[in-house]
């Protein structure tokens, strides 16, 4: 089955210690996400790619980065983590046709100790 | 400013019972439309969508919702809940581009 698939499920990081979450998706979809959901709050866009165009949201802290090396796979990277930064990271896709329903990975817990 | 409000923030109901989850938006024209649907520790998953056409739509596991466009809302409903149905569910609305403004969520509980 076509999916988006994170890894790990769970992540442990020390306080400023960098860390790396990744996606990937079979759906061939040309856009990829990034979330960040924290308890019982609505998913909070961090950036998109479309294609390989990168797109930040304006309130999205300079701590957090991304790569997408190629169409299957999209990296976040949280460079100095701090208490505050743990929550659910999901990574979601969408499709061409313009109709932007979002398809979803099962998310990355981290903890920050 | 566009946005999307979910008022109830948790809803109990008893299992075999009807379900009907508000929700409103505040744009100036027609948003493309969702509702997703999130179990613990689990990415969302998408229950339906409208973008143009029949106001009332049809999703997965048994979900229909109505666009009414005089109310600007999109309720989600269900005639029978289920235990399995138990979740948090959020609305949200897409204006064209690439970001997505999702509600609260609202936690449903269902009881035996």
């Known amino acids: 089955d076509a999916m988006v698939i994170q890894n790990p499920r769970y992540q442990v990081t020390q306080f400023g210690k960098p860390v790396t979450l990744s996606c990937s998706q079979t759906?061939?979809?040309?856009?990829m996400y990034w979330y960040q959901q924290k308890s019982s709050q609505a998913p909070k866009l961090l950036f998109h790619?479309?294609?390989?165009?990168?797109?930040n949201e304006a309130d999205t802290p300079d701590n957090f980065q991304s790569r997408r090396p190629n169409t299957s796979f999209c990296f976040l990277d949280i460079r100095s983590p701090g208490l505050g930064d743990a929550a659910m990271y999901l990574c979601?896709?969408?499709?061409?046709?313009?109709?932007?329903?979002?398809?979803f990975g099962p998310g990355t817990r981290l903890t920050v100790t | 400013a566009q946005s999307v409000t979910q008022p109830d923030i948790h809803i109990t109901v008893s299992e075999g019972a009807s379900l009907e989850l508000r929700c409103n938006y505040s744009?100036?024209?027609?948003?493309?439309l969702f509702w997703y649907v999130q179990s613990p520790g689990q990415g969302l998953q998408l229950l339906l969508k409208?973008?143009?056409?029949?106001?009332l739509v049809q999703g997965i596991k048994g979900f229909e919702a109505e666009f009414k466009r005089s109310q600007s809302s999109f309720n989600l409903r269900k005639p029978s809940v289920h235990w399995s149905d138990a979740a948090e569910y959020f609305c949200?609305?897409?204006?064209?581009?690439?970001?997505?403004?999702f509600g609260a969520g609202t936690r449903l509980f269902v009881k035996a």
């Open positions: 759906l061939n979809h040309n856009v």
């Open positions: 744009y100036g024209a027609t948003p493309y």
């Open positions: 409208y973008f143009s056409g029949d106001t």
């Open positions: 979601a896709t969408s499709g061409p046709g313009g109709n932007y329903e979002q398809y």
């Open positions: 790619y479309y294609d390989k165009d990168f797109n």
């Open positions: 949200a609305i897409n204006t064209g581009g690439f970001k997505t403004i």
